[in-house]
């Protein structure tokens, strides 16, 4: 009897230590984003009337559904022990070969090879491209033990010299209406950028959480050294994450071509920062083994939603530049508390 009672003693104890499910929630990183998102909208409203039309709000969306998009994809990345910063470049190479393969030709006085295919099968192509540098990222992490910041690092620079050597420093236009329209048009209100961002994150987030190799990056990034104990196929699961990375990256790459109706050997230059802080600030630990697909989302949408405040506010572009290095601190300070608190 007395041991019973000792149990239900330890039990009721143990029960009254846990948190409740609003504390829970309150101390998430995606509910921290949320308010802030809410305050800087009422905020912004009293700065400036055109902030919370809803021309503004899609805009600040399709603007940055590429950067999100991309961020899922690091974010399995991340999850899993790794790091990708090859995904501007990545996504520069994939908007270059969708592009070449949908362009009708004939725009710029150095002939870059168009081949006028159907917006599909260029759209394919472009996330091919995307995949096969994220297998090439994850062969040199996995097979040849490179570092993954070094591996990445290197594809960086090979991707973008590859844009330009391809290019010769010449954009590639004359796109068809179709291919346009991936970018720039809408689906009832709502742009197709942003239901491409919906549907995959959607797809990535039921993976995460329902697959058994959602199951495996997760406890791979948590600790690798037990996972190969348990025997867990992490050479398989993270070789996955990268070519899953760079296709998601080349979605990304093509919508922004498709958007901005060009493709330049600049295009994407720098983005890996913004598509990392995002899964960052979203809560994604650098260490691994902890994080969300909606955190990631959601921090796309804060660094968004900040740099378009900046342009209403008409700050100059060299202090934007300014606040988004601060942004990146922000992040890997912000994920350092994080592990501490951890």
């Known amino acids: 009897m007395s ?12 029960a009254a230590q846990q948190p409740s499910l609003l504390r829970r929630v309150i101390q998430r990183p995606e509910t921290s984003i949320v308010l802030v998102l809410l305050v800087l909208g009422l905020v912004l409203s009293q700065s400036s009337s055109a902030f919370l039309t ?19 994809g690091v974010t399995l990345v991340i999850l899993a022990g790794g790091i990708d910063l090859s995904i501007g470049s990545t996504m520069a190479f994939s908007g270059l070969i ?25 759209f ?12 090439v990222n994850g062969l040199l992490v996995v097979r040849l033990r490179v570092v993954p910041f070094i591996a990445t690092l290197g594809m960086l620079g090979v991707v973008r010299g590859l844009v330009v050597g391809l290019t010769s420093g010449q954009t590639v236009r004359n796109f068809p209406p179709e291919f346009i329209a991936l970018g720039q ?23 995460l959480s329902y697959h058994v190799w959602g199951t495996y990056i997760y406890a791979i990034g948590g600790n690798e050294t037990s996972a190969m104990l348990t025997g867990l196929p992490v050479s398989r699961v993270k ?36 598509v990392i802080a995002s899964a960052v600030i979203g809560g994604v630990s650098l260490a691994g083994g902890r994080g969300t697909v909606l955190g990631a989302v959601l921090g796309a949408i804060l660094i968004g939603v900040l740099n378009n405040a900046l342009v209403l506010l008409r ?17 890997a300070l912000i994920d350092r508390l994080r592990q501490r608190r951890s």
């Open 54 to 72: 809803s021309d503004n709000l899609f805009n600040i969306l399709r603007n940055n559904a590429d950067i999100a998009i991309a961020a899922l």
């Open 3 to 14: 041991t019973n009672v000792a149990v239900e003693s330890k039990a009721a104890k143990a």
């Open 185 to 207: 048009g809408y689906i009832g209100p709502v742009p197709v950028p942003v239901i491409f961002l919906i549907v995959l994150a959607i797809l990535v987030s039921i993976f």
């Open 124 to 135: 394919a192509l472009g996330v091919l491209a995307g995949a096969t540098v994220g297998l």
């Open 98 to 122: 969708a592009a070449m393969a949908v362009s009708l030709g004939g725009t710029t006085a150095y002939q870059l090879p168009s081949f006028g295919l159907p917006p599909a099968i260029a």
């Open 315 to 331: 700050v100059e572009s060299y202090w934007q530049q300014a606040f988004t290095g601060g942004i990146i601190l922000l992040s």
């Open 239 to 274: 070789l996955l994450t990268y070519v899953l990375s760079g296709a998601l990256a080349g979605v990304g790459g093509v919508l922004v071509v498709a958007r901005l109706g060009v493709s330049a050997p600049t295009q994407a230059l720098g983005y890996e920062l913004f």
